[in-house]
T-cell receptor
Framework: AQSVTQLGSHVSVSEGALVLLRCNYS??????LFWYVQYPNQGLQLLLK??????LVKGINGFEAEFKKSETSFHLTKPSAHMSDAAEYFC?????????????FGKGTKLSVIP | DAGVTQSPTHLIKTRGQHVTLRCSPI?????VSWYQQVLGQGPQFIFQ???????GRGNFPDRFSARQFPNYSSELNVNALLLGDSALYLC???????????????FGNGTRLTVT
């Protein structure tokens, strides 16, 4: 069974500092991995996805993530935080079986950006 | 183009009541999925429908049911509401059944259900 663990329920960074949000996955098959962002009172927006192509994945808003099979990790980074990055971030792994597919999400990491 | 739309945006119900939540997918999307997001947690998969058929079901009791209509819109029904059903219910659509292979899931803004 697939699962996702996000380390740190709350991360604070200064504006302009590096953003690093951690995600480790467990999967019995090669995974499809995603990062989503959720702003207050909104749904989820896809930041980026890994689908077994390049291990370094670039997403929207300057975010990127690196798939490391040996570490079963898919950490999200951004070189310089902006105030508008304050939101909750979810890592997810896709599961496909019996003719359907679904996402298993981590518990989320709330990012605060300090001016 | 309009995104995934959900109605209502907020809802307050009493324990034991029934609720129906509605979702309209992005035009051209044939798959609709429902997720429950309890406060402080990540979304949890409830159902996936494709071409009006249930294709997947998460670990939820039979009080939860859904259907998809010929225009690909969908309803989520919850009977005999419990306090623990209070959550944000998210609908997501995608072009095909296995959206992660191409078009990803597009989420609506959700319906906030409060059970008192």
């Amino acid at each position: 069974a697939q699962s996702v663990t996000q380390l740190g329920s709350h991360v604070s960074v200064s504006e302009g500092a590096l953003v690093l949000l951690r995600c480790n996955y467990s999967s019995s098959v090669p995974p499809y991995l995603f990062w989503y962002v959720q702003y207050p009172n909104q749904g989820l927006q896809l930041l980026l996805k890994y689908t077994s192509a390049a291990t370094l994945v670039k997403g929207i808003n300057g975010f990127e993530a690196e798939f490391k099979k040996s570490e079963t990790s898919f950490h999200l980074t951004k070189p310089s935080a902006h105030m508008s990055d304050a939101a909750e971030y979810f890592c997810a792994v896709a599961y496909s079986g019996a003719g359907s597919y679904q996402l298993t999400f981590g518990k989320g990491t709330k990012l605060s950006v300090i001016p | 183009d309009a995104g995934v739309t959900q109605s209502p945006t907020h809802l307050i119900k009493t324990r034991g009541q029934h609720v129906t939540l509605r979702c309209s997918p992005i035009s051209g999307h044939k798959s609709v999925s429902w997720y429950q997001q309890v406060l402080g947690q990540g979304p949890q998969f409830i159902f996936q429908y494709y071409e009006k058929e249930e294709r997947g079901r998460g670990n939820f009791p039979d009080r939860f049911s859904a259907r998809q209509f010929p225009n690909y819109s969908s309803e989520l029904n919850v009977n005999a509401l419990l306090l623990g059903d209070s959550a944000l219910y998210l609908c997501a659509s995608s072009l095909g059944l296995k959206g992660f292979m191409g078009s990803p899931l597009h989420f609506g803004n959700g319906t906030r259900l409060t059970v008192t």
